[in-house]
T-cell receptor, first 115, second 109 residues
């Protein structure tokens, strides 16, 4: 079975531009979460979607948005990019909504560089 | 910040030695999880310990949890060069994980 897949793997943008990152969860998983990992830090929670509805949001500005599609894949959108948005963006999926019973399965990430 | 802290930030050992990493967390947890990350890549789940457990083993991994001190430790026994990676603890909170800053482990052959 395929794991969590993310695209693109690497991308370079300039300040003020917009970016869309995509994620396909493991087959059968209904929950998708997004995390931002700045170099040298642990991942920070951005969003969780379960059954196509937003179920949680981290401390990120409104420039960050996401959605989940009927096939449970997801997009993360970031508008008006800032230099500080340069990071590895990780998508994770799980069958259940919470992490109280099991682990998250992570993709390899999309590395965004903002110049 | 809600993030917990990990200690040490970096650890360098020889192959065959044991590696111990410590994690302090801030919230009342349902579970605590440990993940591994090879350089710049995705995270891989290692082990989950529930709040009512004190110790758990998985292969060469041993995790302890002390909820009174809000701390956990990960022990890797008989380390190998392939264990070189960053290790993160994460508090399970509802639908999200709160990660620590990580410990960078280097195992020299």
């Amino acid at each position: 079975d395929a794991g969590v897949t993310q695209s693109p793997t690497h991308l370079i943008k300039t300040r003020g531009q917009h970016v869309t990152l995509r994620c396909s969860p493991i087959s059968g998983h209904k929950s998708v979460s997004w995390y931002q990992q700045v170099l040298g830090q642990g991942p920070q929670f951005i969003f969780q979607y379960y059954e196509k509805e937003e179920r949680g949001r981290g401390n990120f500005p409104d420039r960050f948005s996401a959605r989940q599609f009927p096939n449970y894949s997801s997009e993360l959108n970031v508008n008006a990019l800032l230099l500080g948005d340069s990071a590895l963006y990780l998508c994770a999926s799980s069958f259940e909504r919470g992490v109280n019973t099991g682990e998250l399965f992570f993709g390899e990430g999309s590395r965004l560089t903002v110049l | 910040s809600q993030q917990g802290e990990e200690d040490p930030q970096a650890l360098s050992i020889q192959e065959g030695e044991n590696a111990t990493m410590n994690c302090s967390y801030k919230t009342s947890i349902n579970n605590l999880q440990w993940y591994r990350q090879n350089s710049g890549r995705g995270l891989v789940h290692l082990i989950l310990i529930r709040s009512n457990e004190r110790e758990k083993h998985s292969g060469r991994l041993r995790v302890t949890l002390d909820t009174s001190k809000k701390s956990s430790s990960l022990l890797i026994t008989a380390s190998r060069a392939a264990d070189t990676a960053s290790y993160f603890c994460a508090e399970g909170q509802g639908g999200k994980l709160i990660f620590g800053q990580g410990t960078e482990l280097s195992v020299k052959p």
